[in-house]
């Protein structure tokens, strides 16, 4: 069992879809089975349970997971440290992050890792940032871009990159819902389109309840540039870090809606494991990062 079948493994353990696992390894879907099934006949277990409908791991895959998880990470350490004398890393690097931060956040230490690293690859996952630090607290990502939380994992090395403020965002064209902000209104009368998870959610949930006060929700959504959309539709208000607003494509139909309190604001930054900054690949991506923006801290 080597090296590559492992990375299939996990990259289908997260997918859950042979189709996608095929596509983006660039392999044939016969291919991947095979794969699974030599897996499968060495370890004498079922690693997936598969039907028509969905894929879902076994409890020998999830426990294998974890294995494969860990001889993957030693593997990718050992074979950067030996590559150290040739002062030329090889190898790759995954990274997660909403698809604001990507253009961003992630830009400029792109742009730098890549003048620093050209033997590294960057493997970049994108999904809603609330889901950011549990990824990598699993070990699924080496590295994320995400709002530090209010209490950081302990295994986790977090550095920040700037700070964004959280915003009350309204329509900025005539619409049902800029009739009523342009009018005394209450909260409890404003449709208001919220996160589903994560630290803006906590932070919209605690304003409210230190004014005693409860929002009207008209809609749940899974992350922030979804809220944004929803607002420039005029079907509600909603609330933002301001990087997010700040490089939405349809800025202009949205407006900051004046508070007399305003929401703390986010810690942008990098999050890791703690054990995976030991190697050399992710070590030289946070590297990047510093050089990058000189006041990360």
């Avoid at 009739?179 to 630290?199: C, H, K, M, V």
Wanted: charged share 25%.
């Amino acid at each position: 069992m080597d090296i590559r079948s492992l990375q299939l493994f996990l990259h289908l353990a997260e997918s859950l879809s042979f189709s996608r696992t095929a596509e983006q390894k660039h392999l044939s879907l016969s291919a991947v089975s095979r794969t699974v099934q030599r897996m499968e006949a060495e370890l004498g277990r079922q690693l997936f349970e598969r039907d028509r409908r969905q894929v879902r791991l076994t409890e020998a895959g999830l426990r294998f997971q974890a294995y494969a998880r860990q001889t993957v990470d030693e593997w990718q350490r050992m074979t950067g440290e030996l590559r150290l004398d040739l002062d030329a890393l090889r190898g790759e690097v995954s990274v997660y992050c909403s698809v604001t931060a990507s253009y961003s956040v992630l830009s400029p230490i792109l742009e730098t890792f890549r003048s620093d690293q050209p033997g590294i690859d960057i493997m970049l996952h994108t999904g809603d940032q609330a889901d950011a630090v549990n990824r990598v607290h699993q070990g699924q990502e080496d590295v994320a871009v995400a709002a530090r939380p209010d209490r950081l994992p302990s295994k986790l090395d977090f550095l920040t990159l700037m700070h964004s403020p959280l915003v009350f965002i309204g329509p900025a064209f005539d619409c049902a819902v800029r009739t009523q902000l342009n009018t005394p209104y209450s909260w409890q009368d404003i449709p208001f389109i919220i996160a589903e998870r994560g630290l803006s959610k906590q932070r919209v949930e605690a304003w409210f309840r230190e004014r005693g006060s409860k929002p009207r929700i008209y809609a749940q959504v899974t992350g922030h540039e979804a809220i944004a959309s929803m607002v420039a539709l005029g079907l509600g208000v909603g609330a933002v870090p301001k990087l997010v607003l700040d490089n939405f494509t349809y800025r202009d139909r949205l407006q900051v809606l004046p508070l007399e309190a305003p929401l703390g604001p986010f810690p942008v930054g990098l999050c890791a494991l703690r054990q995976r900054l030991d190697n050399p690949l992710v070590a030289a991506f946070w590297r990047a990062a510093r050089r990058s923006y000189p006041g990360a801290k």
